[in-house]
């Protein structure tokens, strides 16, 4: 029954991971977990063995693909977000997402140190980024020019007004690329530690907690608030790439934050509201906005402690 809050709907859990597949960039955040954990816990049914046999394999063959220097960059992060997030798992850390958050985060300083012991210049990963996305974009609109325009006038018409508005997502993307790499990898893990769960028969490390019970300590606020300080005061050069994308990055956060105390409040509602803001969210930038703005209320105001479940249960 969708309507008790004790109960865990199990729709949800296939729906967000098919959501995921289909939505997010890159595939490896949440493949090599499960690989990985499945293999750690020693598994003995025959539906252990066909996901890592289907993880393992899908990581391997995105792995062996030929790719420029950002799909190297989002392998080589993978590798180091597989690791911490195993690590995070055996660790006890109860909530999924949790574990995301820290594995991400050890992560994103694995890959910095990594893309600087091998010279890797934020202007060559910014353009491979941007090189990729168009020509992905050129295979589904081939009549797209090779390259991004440069302005909304470059060519007349509908299609050139379209390849203007992709030539502009394709280079906000390569502006946020590390911020969005952060953010999927969030998702990946939180969903491989429910997926992991759902599937090990004897599983390594405590299930992961209900979502709409994360939070983290109320001091990143202070983190939001110089980042949002230095990217309105406009720097140039490195030090606006690091601000704007620690904006994204934090922000995505108390998004995360902010949706886990809505999920809270409509507990009695059907599970599938989930589902629908989880894919929503990152594509309606207002709502993104009012989670982001809702979790980082919730550092003061603590929603949750004024909205008791109507059961009583966490």
Partial sequence: MPGIPGRRSPFVPPLLLVGYLLLAPWKVFFLGPVA?????????????????????????????????????????????????????????????????????VAATVATIGWSAAFGIRWADLRAAVVTTLWTGWRLVFPEMPELPPEGAGIAAGASGELAAQLAAATRAMGDFFPALLFLTALAGGALAATWYHRVASAPVGPAPGWFRTFRFNDHVIWLLVLALGAAIAAPEGPLAVIAQNLLVAVGGLYAARGLAVVRWITATLSPIYTVLLFVMVPFLLPLAVACAVIGAADTWLDLRRRWPLPSGEM
């Fill in 36 to 104: 990985l954990l499945l293999l750690l816990s020693r598994p003995r049914t025959w539906r252990e063995w066909f996901w890592i046999g289907v993880t393992a394999l899908a990581a391997v063959s995105l792995w062996r693909v030929p790719g420029n220097l950002s799909e190297q960059l989002v392998r080589s992060a993978g590798l180091f977000f597989t690791g911490a997030f195993v690590v995070a798992s055996l660790t006890g850390i109860r909530s999924g997402f949790g574990r995301a958050v820290v594995a991400a």
